[in-house]
């Protein structure tokens, strides 16, 4: 089965940087579409961005588009999230997410991320 952790969140000023890390352990990432979503408080999580499976293709939010970027290492079997000019509407738990082309889902439990000065 396939498991998901993320690493990296953390404490950051507006403005600033900061790269979140998705580990898979129990599958190759390359056969998943991989993505993230946020959650705030009091707000429904939502999607932020994901790779395609097998075609590579990248998808964002409007609302990070330009600021964030993903990408995926496969040999290391870990996707990345860098997130830039960061803004405190982006503080949320941000989680890993994989699925597969059956439809079949994996999460990952979250980290957070909080942007304040």
């Known amino acids: 089965q396939l498991q998901l952790v993320e690493t990296g969140g953390g404490l950051v000023q507006p403005g600033g940087s900061l790269r979140i890390s998705c580990a898979a352990s129990g599958g190759n990432l390359g056969y998943y579409t991989v993505g993230w979503f946020r959650q705030a408080p009091g707000k429904e999580r939502e999607g932020i961005s994901c790779?395609?499976?097998?075609?590579?293709?990248?998808y964002y939010t409007d609302l990070v588009k330009g600021r964030f970027t993903i990408s995926r290492d496969n040999a290391k079997n870990t996707v990345y999230l860098q997130m830039n000019n960061l803004k405190p509407e982006d503080t949320a738990v941000y989680s890993c997410w994989a699925s597969t082309s059956l439809g079949t889902n994996y999460w990952g439990q979250g980290t957070q991320v909080a942007v304040s000065s």
């Open positions: 790779i395609v499976f097998n075609v590579g293709a990248t």
